[in-house]
């Protein structure tokens, strides 16, 4: 029986669910795993998670579909991406079988808090890893943990679908050969006086540009952009710098097979935002959030939507959802059910 919780008014905050997984690496390797009801974590006062801040992160999510199923959507790419993360900060590899796996008992063991059909919310899953023994001196951990929680979610922005405003900021996400590429907790640490500074001042998030050149466009702190071009092309930052989101991949498929849309990634000077007609950020998070303006020092780029949402991103939220909610034929291989 599904949790008495008010689904249609949940926010995007942390629920404690019933289960999680974990597994733990020690002696040079990873033990069986299991689901755990324990949610309070106890290491070491030094552990390297603690003074060095090893540690990286994924994000995806459970629905339940148009007919009643329980499925993901494109775990084995938050596997890899996590794998690739893990190779960054010295980690061991958590093996993409056992973290598809593992996403699948843990929606299994909580399939009471996968939000209804239709209510707008989902579940949201968060695997990690940290270094949990303890490392004064500079260097990696021995020791370490991979574990993977779930929560039920609202929309991630206040006022849902509305039209949110970025700024440009002073700060850097990333730099040329660092993490931005990876999903390293180090990342956020420091992105996180730059997104309260922005919230201070009225902005819902930042838009970050190249810190080598301050010319191009990246990325928010959470989320890829994606732009249309008044000729109906979607197009999406390149550089080496940027987190490369499974949902912007997902969408530039679905732009080009499903709505015949030329697609483009590619260098985005800043210079050319106010000649495209939409802006939208993506991620799991939001899945797909329409860009109104754009701040940068004083000088505004402001899109213009009849319904609060650009045509084209309207479009592709819609088929997006619709394939990841069951009323749209998925591609091969990008749902998993829940049995
Ligand atoms: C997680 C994240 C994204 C979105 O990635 P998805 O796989 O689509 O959820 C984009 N940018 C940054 C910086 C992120 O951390």
Redesign the pocket.
């Known amino acids: 029986m599904k949790k008495d919780i008010d689904w249609k008014n949940l926010g995007f905050g942390y629920i404690k669910t019933d289960y999680r997984y974990v597994s733990n690496f020690k002696d040079g390797k990873w033990d069986e795993g299991e689901l755990s009801t324990e949610d309070m974590i106890t290491m070491s006062e030094c552990a390297c998670v603690l003074q060095y801040a090893q540690t990286c992160f994924e994000?995806l999510k459970a629905y339940t579909t148009v007919d009643g199923r329980t499925v993901c959507f494109r775990p084995d790419l938050n596997a890899e991406r996590m794998i690739q993360s893990c190779e960054r900060l010295e980690m061991p590899v958590f093996p993409k079988e056992r973290f598809i796996d593992a996403v699948l008992k843990t929606v299994k063991a909580n399939v009471d808090f996968v939000p209804p059909y239709g209510t707008g919310a989902t579940l949201y899953l968060r695997p990690y890893m940290f270094g949990s023994d303890a490392i004064i001196g500079v260097k990696p951990a021995h020791e370490y943990q991979f574990r993977l929680f779930c929560t039920p979610v609202g929309p991630y922005f206040k006022g849902g679908t509305e039209a949110i405003t970025l700024r440009v900021p002073d700060f850097d996400r990333a730099a040329p050969h660092g993490t931005g590429h990876v999903?390293a907790g180090l990342?956020y640490a420091m992105s996180l006086h730059a997104i309260v500074d922005a919230h201070n001042q009225g902005y819902s998030e930042n838009m970050y540009l190249d810190s080598a050149t301050r010319t191009n466009v990246e990325?928010t702190?959470?989320?890829?952009i994606i732009f249309v071009t008044k000729d109906n092309k979607v197009v999406t930052p390149k550089s080496t710098t940027i987190?490369p989101?499974?949902?912007?991949r997902s969408l530039l498929y679905v732009a080009e097979h499903y709505l015949g849309l030329q697609v483009e990634e590619r260098v985005i000077p800043y210079e050319e935002i106010k000649d495209f007609r939409e802006c939208a950020l993506?991620?799991?998070?939001a899945v797909l959030s329409p860009v109104g303006k754009i701040v940068n020092h004083g000088e505004e780029v402001t899109y213009k939507y009849e319904n609060g949402t650009g045509e084209i991103t309207q479009k592709l939220y819609e088929t997006l959802t619709g394939i990841q909610m069951g009323r749209l034929e998925a591609p091969e291989g990008w749902i998993y059910e829940i049995k």
């Open positions: 994000g999903k990342n990325e702190g959470g989320a890829n987190l989101s499974i949902t912007r993506c991620g799991t998070a």
